[in-house]
């Protein structure tokens, strides 16, 4: 036992804690020097872009500090089974991507980025603070404090929406079109996304697993009530930018209804979240839906001109695919596999359609699409391993593996401070095979990606077999199977932001960059499915974790399996991409901020465009 202010298990975990502690207050008091100095500028960049990093570090904070502690706050205080837990949290992961849509989306039309952006901080602030309050653990699920809970997440999940759609935005309208330093600017902005999450997941870890859930949650809150706080009064800062192109539209009250249709989000995920089956419903049907849309216009309206000038009977054929497919994903989505053949017969019957068309009518703007498609279809299969960390390898960490007494929660940091560490080399290392002309294709980073969140798990199978399965696995295989994770993340990440971007034309941009947002939603459903099946309760200690291992082993073999397939073809995809006889339709559309690292995903940036 070791204890300086705070007592702690571990020499390590002391280190961890205070390094952090320090490193925050650190960025706090540089940040809160920068922003008063009488000088506009610091270090030849608008003290604005030093506000919106305090703003989103200290957002960032909140959200990673209760990240680390959600899914042993479920299955420790409201008692729920792991599978249970799991599924809630991937629930609530999935909808934190899918918010951030309707948030951009009324930003751009309505209230502008700033309003956005204070919405959203507001009502983090509120569900942060609400987590805090947890009434008599004893109780269970029974408490009635638990509509409480589920509304905080609501509150979260819907503010997410607000914020991370819009903050990214505002950093790019500090700069004119030219300014050289824009990906600087966007380079210390994702320092402070960094910043927040690496430290929230030791501070607020260690204190909610330590001292009890409403200190690491209350936390949680107080640093969203800091970033609240430095944003509202830093409004001069932002020089204007972020304000509603038309103000007429928010007159006569629309604005407060606007903030209506914010709260009512807030209803309807309070809801969503207590029945995590509607959502993985919505999210196959929806999906489905849009998957087609998408196709059909890459089939058809962007080749002929019109759906009118289409082929009728292709067209035609397309059509009942489609519908078949989304009618059948209605009813596989809530489990009934009698429907899975016609949702088969379905997707076959618009994939084999598109090949003819892709054979018969020659169509580069389309073959880019489809390309596109392919990458997004992959990122499911990556984030949905990916997003175990939070879920069932946190829980993993937690009962199976010697963390020389470190709380399992304090282990989150790992991710982020590997990209800090990791981002500069990849981006160097991209740009020096570049110059030699051997930089791996999109397609094939995509492969490289999956193969390595697989063998992340495969790694963390032969470490505990090396061991013994009645022994605790040693801790350094949870550094290795992060390692391998977030190598995989900067092969697929930013470079899928990247191309979809790259390859999508300028009036189908957001479409696409909503289609990738929403196939994130997607992996983090399915990532807490997978969870799901690794809960092994009432059946011991030994063979709980050996339940666990089986899945990671099944998992990891699949996903080396889908990297090579993807690999293989993607010489083809890549042939699609037509890069030979990709033209600019304007220099500056490019997604802001798509030359950096961000966390994973890219979660919650609205696909802004340069104007």
């Not at 999940?157 to 903050?167: E, R």
């Not at 902005?189 to 910043?195: R, T």
């Not at 509607?278 to 002929?304: D, E, M, Q, R």
């Amino acid at each position: 036992m070791y204890e300086f202010i705070f007592k702690f298990d571990s020499l390590f975990e002391l280190w961890a804690f205070w390094v952090a502690v320090v490193a925050l207050a650190g960025f706090l008091l540089g940040g809160t020097y920068i922003v008063t100095r009488p000088q506009p500028e610091f270090a030849g960049h608008p003290k604005g872009l030093f506000l919106l990093f305090l703003a989103e570090m200290w957002e960032r904070f909140s959200y990673y500090g209760m990240r680390a502690l959600l899914i042993f706050y479920l299955v420790q205080h409201w008692a729920f089974s792991d599978g249970d837990a799991s599924v809630i949290y991937g629930a609530y992961t999935a909808l934190v991507y899918i918010t951030p849509v309707i948030g951009g989306y009324l930003a751009d039309r309505y209230l502008g980025q700033r309003k956005a952006v204070l919405f959203g901080a507001v009502l983090l602030t509120f569900g942060h603070f609400m987590m805090a309050f947890e009434g008599d653990g004893s109780l269970g699920q029974e408490n009635p404090m638990i509509n409480v809970f589920w509304l905080a997440l609501a509150l979260i999940i819907v503010g997410s929406g607000f914020l991370k759609a819009n903050i990214s935005v505002i950093v790019g309208q500090l700069y004119s079109r030219t300014d050289i330093r824009r990906d600087p600017a966007y380079t210390i902005f994702y320092m402070g996304i960094n910043v927040g999450a690496a430290t929230a997941a030791i501070i607020c870890g260690y204190l909610g697993q330590t001292h009890g859930w409403e200190y690491g949650f209350g936390l949680a809150g107080l640093g969203m009530l800091i970033g609240l706080i430095f944003f509202v009064l830093g409004k001069p800062l932002l020089l204007g930018k972020g304000e509603p192109k038309d103000p007429a539209k928010l007159a006569g009250g629309r604005e407060w209804g606007i903030y209506g249709v914010g709260l009512a989000m807030v209803g309807f995920c309070w809801i969503a979240i207590q029945y995590q089956d509607a959502v993985g419903v919505f999210l196959g049907t929806f999906g489905a839906a849009l998957f087609c849309y998408v196709l059909s216009i890459a089939t058809f309206k962007l080749p002929y001109g019109s759906y009118e000038n289409s082929p009728r009977a292709a067209l035609l054929t397309f059509g009942a695919g489609s519908l078949l497919l989304i009618v059948s994903m209605l009813f596989v989505a809530q489990g009934n596999e009698a429907w899975r053949l016609p949702a088969g017969i379905g997707a076959g019957t618009v994939l084999t359609v598109l090949i003819m068309q892709m054979f018969g009518h020659v169509s580069h703007e389309r073959d880019r699409i489809v390309a596109a498609m392919f990458l997004i279809t992959v990122s499911i299969v990556f984030w949905a391993l990916f997003e175990q960390a939070g879920s069932s390898l946190n829980l993993f960490t937690d009962r199976h593996v010697d963390t020389a007494g470190v709380n399992a929660s304090m282990f989150q940091s790992i991710n982020a401070i590997y990209i800090v560490l990791l981002a500069p080399v990849f981006a160097m290392l991209w740009q020096g095979l570049a110059r030699k002309g051997a930089e791996p294709s999109a397609p094939m980073k995509f492969g490289l990606a999956v193969i390595q969140v697989g063998l992340g798990f495969l790694v963390l199978v032969w470490g505990a077999g090396t061991v013994g399965i009645d022994v605790p696995t040693p801790v350094i295989f949870i550094f290795l199977i992060y390692l391998l994770h977030t190598t995989g993340e900067l092969c697929l990440s930013p470079v899928g932001l990247s191309a979809m971007n790259r390859l999508t034309p300028t009036h189908m941009a957001s479409l696409i960059m909503g289609v990738w947002f929403f196939a994130s939603a997607t992996g983090n459903f399915a990532a807490g499915l997978i969870a799901a099946a690794t809960g092994g309760e009432g059946v011991g200690e030994t063979a709980g974790k050996q339940v666990v291992l089986d899945v990671y082993s099944t998992v990891g073999w699949y996903a080396v399996g889908i990297g090579i397939a993807v690999m293989v073809i993607s010489p083809l995809i890549k042939r699609l991409m037509h890069l030979d006889t990709l033209q600019d339709d304007n220099v500056t559309d490019d997604l802001l901020g798509q030359g950096e690292f961000g966390e994973p995903g890219a979660a919650g940036i609205h696909p802004a465009t340069r104007d």
